[in-house]
């Protein structure tokens, strides 16, 4: 399985991240890439392939172009407002707020695109985000070509970017641009399978609409989890897309007997769905260590899911999303790799 990656990620270094009342160094930092691009080195998947670039022809296609032009000049405004440190969200159009006016202070165009104040934009941010879309990109074109797989080794991850929001620590939503890539690209049907710890919100509110790409997420449920305010099982789609939404948000201290539960009804739904193509968000938060998730799945569970995903039997693009348990993430990520790849090369054995 080839894996394409750039060192351009490393221009999203921000050192700032709200959390639990203080500001603390974020979670998503640059050396989550180090421990997965080591773990691939060490067990001989080390194929590594560079992004090509895309332009901005398919961001545009799945996001806003008022927020995509707002982050491509975000962090500019905020040094010329004067402002030292980091942009953090302050203030959002909050329901007894009017959203039908975009401020033109850098405070109110913040909270206008912002979804939640822990993701601070910093210099490079924008870069690092423009080359994590042409990675998803990059890998997407391989599995069309091959009808195999490949891993985007995107950072920043971006599956809680929406139409017009940033935040979750997301900015582009990697995966929707490479499954709406793919439906142009011939793939009539593209199924998306989120195994994140947190619901995909922004992947879920760009194709709600939408039957030609099924959303499928298993998370925690948002009672409890970030994002709180979508992730919940009566949302199943709107209009054209009623039916093609699948959300299961599980319980605190969920194992991976129910999570695995789960991922069959997901692949369940998938296989019903008869897509052309799978796109799965790789999060691999849902490890019993990871500090700000509550899932209870062991190193070896990865495997497994991934050797499950496997027998769905579709061109498979896995997509890289979060995972915060640093050390243990390089072998958590790796694992679904090669449990995905031991299956697969068995299947057509």
């Not at 007997?257 to 991922?263: C, E, N, T």
């Not at 069959?264 to 796109?279: K, M, N, S, T, Y």
Request: proline share 4%.
């Amino acid at each position: 399985m080839k894996t394409v990656f750039t060192e351009r990620h490393r221009l999203r270094n921000s050192q700032t991240e709200l959390y639990g009342g203080t500001l603390v160094r974020p979670f998503e930092c640059p050396e989550r890439m180090d421990f997965i691009t080591g773990e691939l080195n060490k067990r001989g998947l080390g194929d590594f392939v560079e992004p090509k670039e895309y332009g901005m022809d398919p961001v545009l296609a799945v996001h806003d172009a008022g927020f995509v032009d707002f982050l491509s000049k975000a962090w500019k405004i905020w040094i010329d407002s004067g402002y030292e440190g980091e942009a953090i969200t302050t203030v959002w159009p909050a329901r007894s707020y009017r959203s039908d006016k975009i401020p033109n202070h850098i405070d109110g165009l913040l909270g206008y695109y912002a979804l939640a104040s822990e993701t601070s934009i910093s210099e490079g941010t924008w870069e690092a985000a423009l080359a994590s879309k042409d990675v998803a990109l990059t890998a997407a074109d391989i599995v069309l070509a091959d009808k195999g797989a490949a891993f985007a080794l995107c950072r920043p991850p971006g599956h809680h970017a929406a139409t017009s929001q940033f935040g979750g620590y997301c900015f582009l939503n990697n995966a929707a641009i490479a499954a709406n890539h793919m439906r142009g690209k011939g793939a009539a049907r593209v199924a998306i399978l989120d195994v994140d710890f947190h619901h995909g919100n922004g992947t879920q509110e760009i194709f709600y609409g939408r039957d030609d790409v099924l959303f499928v997420s298993l998370h925690g449920d948002p009672m409890d989890a970030f994002p709180h305010f979508l992730g919940y099982a009566d949302e199943t789609g709107s209009g054209a897309g009623e039916g093609y939404t699948a959300n299961f948000p599980l319980p605190r201290g969920a194992d991976y007997g129910v999570w695995g539960a789960a991922l069959d009804e997901g692949l369940r739904r998938i296989a019903d769905f008869r897509a052309d193509a799978l796109v799965v968000s790789l999060g691999v938060d849902t490890f019993e260590k990871d500090p700000i998730s509550f899932f209870k799945l062991r190193s070896q569970d990865f495997t497994d899911y991934g050797k499950r995903i496997a027998g769905a039997d579709l061109p498979t693009l896995f997509v890289m999303e979060g995972g915060y348990a640093v050390e243990e993430i390089g072998i958590n990520t790796v694992n679904v790799l090669d449990g995905f790849m031991s299956a697969a090369s068995r299947a057509k054995a």
